[in-house]
Nanobody, 123 residues
Framework: QVQLVESGGGLVQAGGSLRLSCAASGRTFSTYTMGWFRQAPGKEREFVAAITKSGKTTYYADSVKGRFVLSGDNAKNTVYLQMNSLKPEDTAVYYC????????????????WGQGTQVTVSS
């Protein structure tokens, strides 16, 4: 069993930055593919970024590539999502998730989810 707790959301102006954190308890997150997803009102949950179990490879949605950076700290069992040059369309609830397999972008394959943290970007 893995428990995930996100933090770091908030209100920021367009062009600003936020860093989201996802702390994992239970089995170490190096056992899991770790992903970030987001869901805006009235929209489906969408893939944002993921990091493989080895921590060597990261994947990004085209909409955030070049602006968001995903990193991990094995010692702290925490993954981070640094979000720069934020846009109003980035406004959503952001979720951290863990996947025991190797699937990257499909939410249904993720086994564990955090409670989500709200990110609001004002124009």
């Amino acid at each position: 069993q893995v428990q995930l707790v996100e933090s770091g959301g908030g209100l920021v102006q367009a062009g600003g930055s936020l860093r989201l954190s996802c702390a994992a308890s239970g089995r170490t997150f190096s056992t899991y593919t770790m992903g970030w997803f987001r869901q805006a009102p009235g929209k489906e949950r969408e893939f944002v970024a993921a990091i493989t179990k080895s921590g060597k490879t990261t994947y990004y949605a085209d909409s955030v590539k070049g602006r968001f950076v995903l990193s991990g700290d094995n010692a702290k069992n925490t993954v981070y999502l640094q979000m720069n040059s934020l846009k109003p369309e980035d406004t959503a609830v952001y979720y951290c998730a863990a996947n025991a397999g190797a699937v990257i972008k499909t939410p249904a394959y993720y086994d564990y989810w955090g409670q989500g943290t709200q990110v609001t970007v004002s124009s």
